[in-house]
């Protein structure tokens, strides 16, 4: 079974563009997350998605903003870049609401913003 | 507030020797789970190992176990037996409200394992 697949990998863009990443949970998942990772925050919250709804979300600014696809595919999209907006984005997915749920992700998009 | 603190930045450890990575926690929700992960330099999360608050025995997975002292508030790893390939940083994290359906979890500020031959 493949695991959760993020694309892509590797960006890099100037301060002032967006950015669309994109994530494709564990076949069968139906709820996915995303989180920040920075050396100066460590790893923090974005926001998560169930049947195409956002259920929760972090401290972020409205820039950040995320969609759920009805294949339970799922994007952020992070607009008028900053340079903090450097960081690693992990997105993860499990399978539904239940309480023992184990997320589990993939191995990230890495964003480099000059 | 933190509500997971790992206290130790690194760890050094020798090859099939055993290490405990430590892990508190701070919440007054009584539904929460534990979880570890490791972090690669690769950047992949790979779980570990799951301990719900009413679970009344510690987990264990393969060489994983993990600690669970609810009075506490501590939920420590345990390796057995290191391996060259468990360099890594480790993460503990919470989420609370299990039976609310949200899954956001909230991670500590890791702990680098370094396992030497």
């Known amino acids: 079974k493949a695991g959760v697949t993020q694309t892509p990998r590797y960006l890099i863009k100037t301060r002032g563009q967006q950015v669309t990443l994109s994530c494709s949970p564990i076949s069968g998942h139906r709820s996915v997350s995303w989180y920040q990772q920075t050396p100066g925050q460590g790893l923090q919250f974005l926001f998560e998605y169930f049947s195409e709804t956002q259920r929760n979300k972090g401290n972020f600014p409205g820039r950040f903003s995320g969609r759920q696809f009805s294949n339970s595919r799922s994007e952020m999209n992070v607009s008028t870049l900053e340079l903090g907006d450097s960081a690693l984005y992990l997105c993860?997915?499990?399978?539904?609401?239940?309480?023992?749920?184990?997320?589990?992700f993939g191995a990230g998009t890495r964003l480099s913003v000059l | 507030a933190q509500k997971i603190t790992q206290t130790q930045p690194g760890m050094f450890v020798q090859e099939k020797e055993a290490v405990t990575l430590d892990c508190t926690y701070d919440?007054?929700?009584?539904?929460?789970?534990l979880f570890w992960y490791k972090q690669p330099s690769s950047g992949e999360m790979i779980f570990l190992i799951y301990q719900g608050s009413y679970d009344q025995q510690n987990a264990t997975e393969g060489r994983y176990s993990l600690n669970f002292q609810k009075a506490r508030k501590s939920a420590n790893l345990v390796i057995s037996a290191s391996q060259l390939g468990d360099s890594a940083m480790y993460f503990c994290?919470?989420?609370?409200?299990?039976?609310?359906?949200?899954?956001?979890?909230?991670f500590g500020t890791g702990t680098r394992l370094l396992v030497s031959p």
């Open positions: 919440t007054s929700d009584p539904s929460y789970g």
């Open positions: 993860a997915s499990s399978l539904d609401l239940l309480a023992k749920n184990i997320q589990y």
């Open positions: 994290a919470m989420r609370e409200g299990m039976n609310t359906g949200f899954q956001k979890l909230v």
